[in-house]
């Protein structure tokens, strides 16, 4: 079904209408029958509407916002040749999966914590006992980063 407009003339007065029909001609010939023969006075003419787009409310935003990070984070995963898995006891599932899609590829993950995280350690995995804040900056050093190029 397709949507027409016409114009048709009902008691003398100019109407502007819509019919849903399959074909212009069907149209016409549902418009006749409905306002008389003589009625027609602008034949049917194709209406394609332009779909609207509405804009997201706050929380579809932030849900798409987190969607793309996720995205983002896989992608990165699936690149990387190191984990580091810093200050986080990895309770959150989302951050579990990122973990285990490195495992899957084999790479070796460091956890850098005060305790023991929530999940379990594999054989490829190592724990290292410090505070982010302590170890991060020896790191960065030791790769030859400075605070500039961080």
Request: glycine content about 4%.
């Amino acid at each position: 079904m397709n949507k027409y407009r016409a114009g048709v003339r009902i008691k003398g007065q100019l109407v502007k209408t819509v019919v849903f029909a399959d074909s212009p001609v069907h149209a016409r010939l549902i418009l006749q029958y409905q306002f008389g023969m003589d009625s027609i006075v602008a034949y049917p003419t194709a209406i394609t509407e332009v779909a609207t787009i509405k804009p997201l409310t706050p929380d579809q935003q932030r849900i798409k916002s987190m969607q793309t990070r996720v995205k983002q984070a896989q992608q990165a995963v699936s690149n990387c040749s190191l984990m580091l898995v810093i200050g986080t006891q990895v309770a959150v599932t989302s951050a579990l999966a990122l973990i285990e899609q490195a495992r899957l590829r084999q790479v070796p993950c460091f956890f850098i914590m005060p305790g023991y995280p929530a999940c379990v350690l594999t054989a490829n995995d190592r724990l290292l006992f410090y505070k982010a804040e302590d170890l991060l900056p020896a790191l960065a050093d030791y790769m030859g980063l400075s605070k500039a190029k961080l």
